[in-house]
């Protein structure tokens, strides 16, 4: 261990460096990877829907050829029964069409056990390819996960091992809160977009039986229910990617962010309202700011729902010539301030964040008179 007088914080942050480009290298190869093997999924989709219409192609084909088969063998036989009745020609006419229907019928056949053995192939190749997409998608996010916190809460960790003994555990209780995001964030993707997609596979399979046994009608109908499990999947991915970090924000700022990232946590929280309003003219502030900004009211949000069990959440952004004031207040249980002590993980944190923009932070609650967070932000005016 290195002592407070010896410890090297340029070091430190050579090495902190060093690991973030490591790891966004890292990240970078599997992305990589992750793009080729849905390219190449999206690709095996197409051809395995053409390989489909073949097969239902060469099945009504074939059965045709069947009924045409069927018919020509009874010419033959009424022809044989009755074989001075008929010339040569029509004798060797009745026999060779019902040879060239039968050895049609057998090509024909053929070909449809070709295609059925290709389209079982495709499906096992895709199911694969996806596994494969599915495991680089979930290093990602936790790569991701962890980038969030190294870029967002542990920049400064030098200056971090200076100040209280309270903050002399903070590293420790982030990686145990990485791993519970890794935890949630597995979760989330093991029970939603996986079990879905898992559930798509399957329901190919039953639209083709279903189109074979019962007709088009039906397969119609379950086309069209299966598009709407594939919608759903689409809506949890988008959602869970939002989550980790909303691309709108370098587009378009932390007030539409906002108004998205609200509108969605409304959406998937029946039951709970969120209002949202922002004062006076609103600006681009520095990206570090709007980050902040946005996981200061997202942690608020958060906790609102998960701890305070609240009906109306109530968000505004004030903004000041020189600063940017923001309140999120919720009409949940509260809390007893003597009970929920600062160091608290969760307002810890929030603390660091606003420590890092030289801002306040004022936390007023009663037990079931709700919790009101203030934030106070100055802004540096060109």
Known sequence: MFSNDTFDLKSLDDIFNRMLDTIMSSKDDIFIISEQSRRSFEDMQKELEIVRKQISIVIDEGDAL???????????????KAFDNYTEEQVREAYETAHDFQVKLS??????????????????RLRGLLDTIERADHIVNQVNVVLNYLTSDLKNVGLALEQAKMKQDFGIRIIAAQEEERKRLSREIHDGPAQMLANVLMRTDLIDRTYREKGIENALAEMADLKKTVRNALSEVRRIIYDLRPMALDDLGIVPT????????????????IHFQSRSTEKRIPSNYEVSIFRLV???VTNAMKHGKCKDIWVKLEWLKDAVNVVVKDDGIGFDPQVVKDHSFGILGMKERIEILNGTITITSEINRGTTVLFKIPLEVE
Do not use: F, H, I
Not at 69 to 80: D, E, G, H, M, N
Not at 108 to 121: A, G, N, V
């Open 66 to 80: 069947e009924k045409s088969t069927q018919l020509a063998k009874q010419r033959l036989v009424l022809v044989s």
């Open 298 to 300: 997202q942690e608020c």
């Open 107 to 124: 090509v024909m056949r053929t070909q449809e056990k070709q295609l059925r053995d290709k389209r079982d192939d495709l499906e096992r």
């Open 258 to 273: 906002l108004k998205k990232y609200l509108s969605t946590v409304t959406e998937y929280n029946p039951g709970v309202e």
